[in-house]
């Protein structure tokens, strides 16, 4: 599951850097949720990286129109090659989503509490995702739109949930976009290519219209958990 995350231009350039030499553009977003706009990588036609703003929540290119009806933030790779949804895009338009972290919510004596999940070390976080190109057929609009990749939880996040979004080394970063090769599905299990911090934070967050850096705040010692490689 991932529901929400934090985007902070200043250290995802640092990685982004280090991935293709760009800087991210911005704006920060400390608390993004579906369906706003999200900065995220994909490869352009000639095979040259580029950061596109997309609206985090895939809409198929043969919907007949934008809908939330059903969960499309979300997609599990476990099925993401079967799914009349996510099928094209998994094969074809496959795209990396630089965040510095991502909440989770844990269920503790009835109240839902917040965690954020974040490298212990590195300045964010690659999530596999997929994207699709919408065109309404009467008013020409078009639509750029994406989900993230979940899997199982690998040890050490259980306790958060029994889901986690798919993690991408930045050596694998550019494999998994490339539409040419075929040999990504051992890029995208329950890896945990860092180690993280499961940082208790204020409920604060919870209401997705907060996004200044508030939502950070701890209000306890983080949780390490190890990485597991590649």
Not at 27 to 53: F, K, Y
Request: glycine share 6%; aromatic share 10%; hydrophobic share 40%.
């Amino acid at each position: 599951m991932c529901g929400r995350f934090n985007v902070s231009a200043d250290p995802l350039t640092i990685l982004l850097m280090e991935l293709v030499g760009m800087a991210h553009p911005g704006p920060d977003n400390h608390n993004a949720a579906p369906t706003e706009q999200i900065v995220v990588l994909r490869l352009d036609e000639a095979g040259e990286p580029e950061l596109v703003s997309m609206r985090w929540w895939l809409t198929p290119f043969w919907s007949k129109e934008v809908s939330t009806r059903y969960s499309m933030f979300n997609a599990k790779s476990e099925t993401a090659a079967k799914s009349p949804a996510f099928r094209e895009p998994y094969r074809k338009r496959r795209c990396v989503v630089p965040v510095c972290g991502f909440y989770e919510w844990i269920r503790q004596n009835n109240q839902k509490l917040p965690y954020y999940i974040t490298p212990k070390e590195d300045p964010g976080m690659l999530l596999a995702g997929l994207w699709d190109h919408w065109v309404n057929k009467d008013s020409g609009e078009v639509l750029e739109s994406f989900t993230i990749l979940t899997a199982a939880a690998a040890p050490g996040m259980e306790f958060i949930h029994s889901r986690q979004p798919v993690m991408l080394a930045v050596s694998d970063a550019r494999a998994w976009m490339d539409p040419e090769n075929g040999n990504f599905e051992d890029l995208i299990g329950s890896q945990l290519p860092r180690p993280l911090d499961a940082v208790p934070v204020s409920t604060y967050v919870n209401n997705a219209r907060h996004k200044d850096e508030r939502v950070l705040q701890p209000v306890a010692d983080p949780v390490a958990i190890e990485g597991s490689g590649a």
